[in-house]
């Protein structure tokens, strides 16, 4: 991706579906080529600065000519540091689609998702923090995570770190004039003052990595909801998960009323397991009728947060989950990314030869005997990672590459201080201290390889 970041790309920037708007997007070396081969621009000298323009484009026989507004950024100085342009035009995709046909034609090549934020970044425009928090932009889903994006993008992440990187080279440097003198015995830190300013470094970043936590990062929980009709085996299945006897089990129905909400880690992922009141409505007659309308009202909240839903069903009655599949009633207004997990509960009251799939259940379980608990563990464990690998969720991306990082900047941070008050040799505490540099410049993004790149552009869509 690299070896080729100045040929001219383009691509159609704007939402594909119909719009009053829609934008063509070029950006590269020879872009002011590519927009006179177009007819867009004529061969009179071009003015340094940016500029606006109404201009005819051809766009052949069956098209015809339409009117484009042209903006131009002739130098570098630019969003991705380029020459670079934008043709506004009415937002129909068969003419977005013909002008980026016409500029393929001129010359310019198809981008690849992210490409032209990539070239932001390598223009230095960008760090990757700020490059991830685009993409954060682009998928925001809700409101929440949009204003983590914008403040990640205003540098509320990267500002600290790019001060202790610096505040750490200025160490190193001191550090190493001192190497070139120790024959005269020059000191230009002492070690006491050079123990006590890592220590601060530390707890700095430190910091920043807490606060990156409470944003939501990657140590965020994800929130498993139990529901299903009453004595489903719901709350015994949140005990039996969670080796606690935290909610109320009775054969009672109707027994759960308020959420019970209980941590659990598997292999170092955080869910939180929220048990609701089984799924009924009653008459108005009946004396429950207000708590049970109000146990109700608190699941179905729940509900719309949840990240996986797990929906219990008992085995031993005469329901499938087939209707409710297809329905996809469970999850219809819970969030976009939500997960719906059947579960086919008291597989211990079944014949040993019966199978989840004989109620369309994806798995069966026993909280008497443990049965299966092991392969509903496996699934949300697997749930966690494909989020984490940023199918879902861009920001916990970012936060689990930056925490990553932040650790092993910390970790050779203490390992200098190690050196230092064992006198083991600057060129020792210098070398950890270089560690550090590179460990927070792979979160600003001064130290890139292409995998991260890969990792972080790939994720883009076409045309940003
Ligand atoms: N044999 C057997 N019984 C179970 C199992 N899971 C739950 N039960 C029984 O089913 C009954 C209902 O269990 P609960 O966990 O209270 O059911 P619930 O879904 O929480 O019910 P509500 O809170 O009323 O909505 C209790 O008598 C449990 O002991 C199981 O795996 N095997
Ligand atoms: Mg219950």
């Known amino acids: 991706m690299i070896s080729q970041a100045d040929d001219t790309i383009a691509a159609i920037a704007s939402p594909v579906t119909p719009a009053i708007r829609g934008i063509v997007r070029l950006s590269g070396f020879d872009c002011m080529e590519v927009l006179r081969r177009m007819g867009l621009l004529n061969d009179d000298p071009l003015p340094t600065r940016s500029f606006r323009t109404s201009r005819s484009l051809d766009l052949g026989q069956q098209l015809g000519e339409i009117e484009v507004d042209l903006l131009v950024w002739p130098t570098g100085r630019s969003y991705t540091g380029q020459p670079s342009a934008e043709l506004h035009l009415i937002g129909s995709l068969p003419l977005l689609q013909s002008s980026l046909d016409r500029a393929i034609e001129a010359g310019a090549r198809p981008a690849q998702p992210g490409e032209f934020t990539m070239r932001s970044f390598l223009a230095g425009r960008l760090d990757l923090t700020q490059a991830e928090a685009v993409l954060g932009v ?128 598997v292999r170092g992922q955080r869910f939180l397991l929220i048990d609701t009141a089984g799924i009924e409505t009653r008459e108005d007659t009946d004396p429950e009728a207000t708590i049970s309308a109000e146990a109700q009202r608190q699941a179905t909240e729940a509900a719309q947060n949840a990240d996986v839903h797990l929906w219990c069903m008992d085995a ?81 991306g970012t936060a689990a590459r930056c925490r990553d990082s932040l650790s092993s900047a910390t970790q050779h941070l203490q390992q200098a201080i190690v050196w230092t008050e064992q006198s ?41």
């Open 138 to 265: 682009i998928e925001a889903e809700d409101r929440g995570t949009l204003d983590q994006a914008l403040s990640q993008l205003a540098g509320n992440l990267s500002r600290p770190l790019q001060e202790a990187r610096s505040t750490l080279l200025d160490l190193i440097a001191d550090v190493e004039a001192g190497l070139d003198f120790v024959d005269e015995d020059i000191e230009f830190i002492s070690d006491e003052a050079l123990v006590q300013r890592l220590a601060q470094l530390c707890d700095q970043l430190n910091t920043t990595r807490d606060q990156m936590d409470e944003r939501g990062g990657g140590s965020e929980a994800i929130r498993v909801i139990l529901r299903g009709l009453p004595n489903a085996g719901k709350s015994r299945l949140l005990n039996a998960l969670t080796r606690s006897e935290s909610a109320i089990v009775t054969d009672q129905a109707g027994t759960t009323r308020d959420l019970v909400t209980v941590e659990l880690v």
């Open 316 to 396: 031993s009655g005469d329901r499938s989950f087939a209707e409710l599949r297809q329905s996809r009633l469970p999850i219809e207004t819970a969030k976009r990314s939500a997960e719906l997990i059947c579960v086919a509960t008291k597989r211990d009251l079944m014949p040993s030869d019966w199978k989840a799939e004989a109620i369309h259940a994806d798995v069966a379980v026993s909280s008497e005997s443990g049965f299966g608990l092991d392969m509903l563990l496996d699934r949300l464990h697997s749930f966690a990672e494909t989020r984490d690998a940023g199918e879902t969720g861009n920001v916990i």
């Open 424 to 464: 083991a040799g600057h060129e020792l505490v210098a070398a950890e201290m270089r560690l550090a540099v590179e460990a927070i410049g792979e979160v600003t993004g001064q130290v890139y390889t292409d995998d991260i790149l890969d990792r972080v552009f790939g994720r883009f869509c076409i045309g940003k």
